[in-house]
C-alpha cells in the first residue's frame, strides 16, 4: 500500500515537468533555486556516506552477536538502535552537559550579581544618607555665611547713616573753634560736610528724628554763612575805611583825581585774595543752592554799596567839575563825561572781575547809579540848548562815538549805553523841537530882507564877480584855453567852489549856497543835520512837515519878487528853487510819506440836519427815533491821508513851470493870443473879415507886433532863463514848450485865415509867416541873443556892457538837472 503510495507519488512528480502537460511548471528562478538544492543535497549524501562508513567502522569494530530468535533480533536491534542513537546523541549529550554546567555557572554567578547589587543599594542609601547630611550642613553654612553677610551690611549702612547723626557735635565743635579761619580750607571741609549732612537730612526725611538734625544742621549752615558774610563785610570795611580816610582837597585838578581812582581801586584790589577763595567757593555753591544764591547776592549787594560810598562822591565831583570847566562847550563836555564815565565803567568791571566770576544785578546797578551823574549833569544842558547845530553833533557823539563805537564793542559799558541812550532820545525830542521852532520862525514866518529878494541883480552881481576871478585865473594859466567852454555865470559860480576853492587858498567870493533863498539854505541845512541824528521814521515825519513849509517859503518869496520884479523873474526864482529842493532832498535815503488820521464829522452835520428836521420824533419810541439815528449816522468817521512832500515839490514845480511857460508865451506874442480869443469868441454866422478888428490891416498889424515881441522880448527871456537856471539843457527843455505854443498860435491865424476866407491878396497883406518861418526866426533871435549880451527879462541896459566869457566846463553842483524839468514840464 504504502509501496503504491509512493509509487503513484513519484508518478505524480514526474508529470511535474512533463513536456506535454506539465502539473506544476517551474519558472526560471524556481528551476535555479532546485538546482541549488540538489547540490546542498549531493553535499549531504556525501556527508551521509562518510557516516555510513563511520557505522560500518563501528560495526566492524563491535562483535555481532548471534541472533538466533526473533526477540534475540529484536533485542539486539534495539541495543543497536540505542547504540547508534547514543552514538549520533553523543555530541549532543556533550553539549546539553555544556550548556548545563553553562548555566549552572550563570546561575551561580546571577546569585552573587544580586548579592553585589543587594549590597551596592545598600552603600547607595549610605552614601545618600550621608550627602544629604553634607548638602544639608553645607546649605546651613552659607545660609549663616550669607545672614552674616546680610548684618554686615545692615551694620555698615547703619554705621553709615549713623554717621550724618553723629556728626553734628563734632562739626558744631570745628564751627565754633576759636582757630578756625574763613579764609581756610578747613573751614569749607566743614562746610561741605554740613552741606552733605544737611543734604542727606532732605532726602531722608522719613528717617526718625531726621527733622531735629536737619534744624541743627541748618543752624550750623546759618552760622557758617554768618561767619562769611562777617568775614567779607569786614575785609571790604576795612578797604573802604582805607580808601575813604585820606581826602582829596582838590577835585577839580584832574591828576588829583586820577591819583584818588589809582587809590581807590588799589586798596579792594589789594583786598582781592583775600576774598577770591571765599567768593569761589560760594559761587561754585550758589548753582544748586539757593541759601548760598542768596549770600553770594548779598554779598555782590554789600560790595557794590561800598564800591558807591567810595566812587560815586568823586565820580559826581569829576562831572560836576568838568561841568564847570566847560559851561558852554556841550559838545567837549559830552565827549569828556562820557570818556570820564566809560574808564570808570571799566576799571569797575575789572575790580570786579578780580572777585567775582559772573556779573550780577547788583553790579549792573551800581554801573547804572554811577553813570546816572552823567545823564543829571548833561541833561540840564540839552534842554537849554537851542542850536541845532549843537544838539545834532551832540546826538552824533551820543549816538556814533558813544554807542556803536565803544558800548557795542564793550560789554562792560552797557550801564553807560543806556544812560548815552536816555540822553540821545532827550537831545533828538529837544532837537526835533528846535527844529520845529526854527522851520516855522526861520522858514515859513521868514521875513526876507530886500538883499534876499534882489533877483536878477544878485545873479548878475555874481556874474560879474565869476567874470573877475575868471580873467585871473586865465592870466595866471593860458594852457588851459584850450578846456574852456561856453557856460553861464552861475555855472562859473559853482566851478570857483568845486573845483577854483581847491586850488586856490584864498575863498571864492562865488559862494553857491549864499545865492540860495535863505528859506530853502536853511531847509536844506537842517535836514542835512537831522538826517544822521533821527531816527528814520521821526527824520521821514519832521522832513515832510519842513519840505512843505520850504514850499510855502518859496511860494511866498516868489510872489514878493513878482510883485517888485515881474512875473518871469518870480516863476523862474521858484523853479530854480524848486529845482534846487527836488535835487538836495533826492540823497536822503527815505521816503517822504507821512501818515495823517483825521476826522471827517460831515455825518454828524448831515445827522444833525436830519435831526432837527425831525422835532417830534425826538422821543419816538418806534424805530424812527430821530435821536437813536443822530447818535448812529452822526459818528465821526476816522481818515488817513498819506501825505507826500516829494510829490508836493513836483506837483508845485510842474504848475510852475505851465504857469512860466503860459506867461512866457504871452510875453513873446501877447497880441496874437488876444486876437484869437476875440476870434474864437466871435459868432461864426457873422463875416468875420467884416469886422473892424479883423481886417487884413489889423490882422497884419497883430502879426507884426507878435514878430517885433518875439524879437524884443526872447533875448531877455533867454537870458533870464540863463541867469536862472545856469543849464543849457534845463533851459532848452524849459524853453521848448514855448517856442511850440509860439508857433502853435501862428498856425490857428493862418488857419484862421483859411476858414475865414481871405483872399489872396488879404493874405498877403496879414504877411502871417508858415512854422517853418517862425522856427527859423525864433532860432534867430535865439542865435543873436547868444552873439550880443543882453539884459534879463525886465531889465533895462546900462552903458556898460558885460562880455561873457569862455570858462572851463566843470560838474556843476547847482545845475538844475534836466531829468527833473523834464519830468515837471510833460505838458
Known amino acids: 500500500m504504502e509501496t503504491m503510495n509512493l509509487k503513484e507519488i513519484q508518478n505524480k512528480l514526474l508529470l511535474w515537468e512533463s513536456g506535454e502537460n506539465p502539473l506544476a511548471p517551474l519558472t526560471a528562478n524556481q528551476r535555479e533555486a532546485v538546482l541549488d538544492l540538489e547540490s546542498l543535497l549531493l553535499g549531504a549524501s556525501s556527508d551521509q556516506e562518510e557516516k555510513a562508513n563511520d557505522i560500518e567502522d563501528m560495526f566492524t569494530n563491535t562483535q555481532i552477536q548471534s541472533v538466533n530468535t526473533t526477540c534475540e533480533f ?13 552514538a549520533q546523541d553523543a555530541p549532543y549529550e556533550a553539549y546539553y ?160 583825581m586820577n591819583t584818588a581812582y589809582a587809590v581807590y581801586f588799589g586798596k579792594f584790589q589789594a583786598a582781592a585774595p583775600k576774598l577770591k577763595m571765599v567768593i569761589s567757593e560760594i559761587e561754585s555753591r550758589a548753582e544748586n543752592n539757593d541759601d548760598y544764591a542768596s549770600l553770594l547776592s548779598d554779598i555782590q549787594r554789600e560790595y557794590a554799596n561800598r564800591r558807591a560810598r567810595v566812587a560815586g562822591g568823586p565820580t559826581a565831583a569829576a562831572l560836576q567839575a568838568a561841568a564847570q570847566r566847560r559851561p558852554r562847550d556841550h559838545c567837549s563836555l559830552a565827549r569828556a563825561a562820557c570818556s570820564l564815565l566809560a574808564h ?24 547804572q547809579w554811577l553813570c546816572n551823574g552823567l545823564y543829571e549833569t548833561l541833561r540840564p544842558h540839552i534842554i537849554h540848548i537851542n542850536h541845532l547845530e549843537t544838539l545834532a553833533e551832540l546826538c552824533v557823539i551820543l549816538r556814533v562815538e558813544v554807542i556803536e563805537e565803544q558800548v557795542k564793542n564793550d560789554p562792560s559799558l552797557s550801564a553807560l549805553g543806556a544812560c548815552a541812550r536816555s540822553l540821545l532820545q532827550d537831545a533828538q525830542e529837544r532837537l526835533v523841537f528846535r527844529a520845529h521852532v526854527h522851520l516855522r520862525a526861520d522858514v515859513l514866518h521868514y521875513r526876507p530882507a530886500p538883499g534876499d529878494l534882489a533877483y536878477p541883480d544878485k545873479l548878475e552881481m555874481m556874474e560879474q564877480i565869476a567874470l573877475s576871478i575868471q580873467e585871473q585865473t586865465l592870466k595866471r594859466s593860458d594852457s588851459r584855453n584850450s578846456m574852456m567852454s561856453d557856460v553861464s555865470a ?29 528859506g530853502v539854505r536853511r531847509t536844506l541845512a537842517a535836514l542835512s543835520r537831522l538826517y ?62 507821512v501818515k495823517e488820521t483825521t476826522l471827517d464829522f460831515s455825518n454828524m452835520k448831515n445827522a444833525a440836519y436830519g435831526l432837527i428836521q425831525k422835532p417830534r420824533q425826538i422821543f419816538s419810541l418806534n424805530s424812527n427815533n430821530a435821536l ?47 486876437f484869437i480869443e476875440k476870434i474864437q469868441a466871435f459868432n461864426p454866422s457873422e463875416q468875420l473879415k467884416s469886422q473892424p478888428w479883423a481886417t487884413p490891416e489889423e490882422t497884419a498889424t497883430v502879426v507884426k507886433e507878435a514878430q517885433r515881441r518875439i524879437k524884443s522880448h526872447l533875448a531877455s527871456l533867454q537870458r533870464s532863463m540863463q541867469l536862472y537856471l545856469a543849464n543849457k539843457e534845463t533851459e ?75 570858462v572851463a566846463s566843470v560838474q556843476e553842483k547847482d545845475n538844475l538837472p534836466a531829468e527833473d524839468i523834464n519830468a515837471a514840464v510833460n505838458v
Not at 74 to 86: A, G, H, M, P, Q
Not at 559 to 585: M, N, V, Y
Not at 765 to 773: L, N, S
Open 97 to 256: 552537559k555544556h550548556l548545563e554546567d553553562r548555566k549552572n555557572e550563570c546561575i551561580s554567578l546571577n546569585n552573587q550579581v544580586d548579592a553585589t547589587l543587594t549590597d551596592l543599594h545598600k552603600l547607595s542609601q549610605q552614601y545618600q544618607l550621608v550627602s544629604d547630611k553634607t548638602n544639608a550642613l553645607h546649605t546651613m553654612s552659607e545660609q549663616l555665611l550669607a545672614d552674616q553677610n546680610k548684618l554686615s551690611s545692615i551694620g555698615d549702612d547703619i554705621k553709615h547713616k549713623l554717621h550724618y547723626f553723629t556728626q553734628v557735635e563734632h562739626l558744631a565743635q570745628r564751627l565754633n573753634s576759636p582757630t578756625m579761619s574763613v579764609n581756610s580750607e578747613a573751614f569749607f571741609i566743614v562746610l561741605s560736610k554740613i552741606d552733605g549732612c544737611l543734604a542727606y537730612m532732605k532726602n531722608n526725611s522719613n528717617f526718625k528724628e531726621s527733622h531735629t538734625y536737619l534744624v541743627k544742621y541748618r543752624h550750623l549752615q546759618n552760622r557758617a554763612i554768618s561767619l562769611i558774610r562777617s568775614y567779607v563785610n569786614h575785609v571790604l570795611d576795612n578797604a573802604t575805611e582805607d580808601v575813604l580816610t585820606p581826602k582829596i582837597e582838590d577835585s577839580s585838578d584832574q591828576e588829583a
Open 532 to 593: 544822521r541824528c533821527l531816527e528814520k521814521k521821526v527824520f521821514q515825519g519832521l522832513a515832510q512837515e519842513a519840505i512843505s513849509l520850504c514850499v510855502q517859503s518859496i511860494d511866498s518869496a516868489a510872489k514878493q519878487i513878482t510883485a517888485s520884479k515881474t512875473s518871469i523873474d518870480g516863476e523862474l526864482f521858484q523853479i530854480k528853487h524848486l529845482l534846487i529842493l527836488r535835487e538836495q532832498i533826492a540823497p536822503f535815503q527815505v521816503d517822504f510819506v
Open 344 to 367: 570808570a565803567c571799566r576799571d569797575e568791571c575789572a575790580l570786579y572781575d578780580h572777585l567775582f566770576t559772573r556779573m550780577s544785578p547788583a553790579l549792573q546797578e551800581y554801573l
Open 490 to 518: 552861475t555855472s562859473q559860480e559853482v566851478a570857483n567852489i568845486n573845483v577854483e576853492a581847491q586850488r586856490r587858498p584864498q575863498a571864492s567870493p562865488a559862494d553857491l549856497h549864499g545865492m540860495w533863498y535863505p
Open 74 to 86: 529484536l533485542n539486539w536491534y534495539e541495543s543497536l538502535c540505542e547504540d547508534t542513537i547514543k
Open 628 to 674: 437813536l439815528e443822530f447818535l448812529l449816522e452822526g459818528t465821526p468817521m476816522v481818515r488817513e491821508h498819506l501825505l507826500d512832500s516829494r510829490k508836493e515839490v513836483d506837483r508845485q514845480l510842474k504848475s510852475s513851470c505851465e504857469t512860466f511857460i503860459k506867461d512866457a508865451t504871452e510875453v513873446l506874442v501877447g497880441p496874437l493870443i488876444n
Open 732 to 806: 532848452f527843455i524849459l524853453f521848448r514848450p514855448i517856442r511850440n505854443n509860439v508857433v502853435g498860435y501862428f498856425v490857428q491865424i493862418e488857419q484862421m485865415l483859411k476858414n475865414a476866407e481871405y483872399s489872396y491878396e488879404d493874405s498877403l497883406i496879414v504877411a502871417c509867416p508858415t512854422p517853418e518861418q517862425v522856427s527859423v526866426f525864433i532860432s534867430s533871435a535865439s542865435l543873436i541873443s547868444h552873439s550880443e549880451p543882453v539884459l534879463p527879462y525886465g531889465k533895462k541896459r546900462k552903458t556898460s556892457t558885460i562880455r561873457k566869457p569862455s
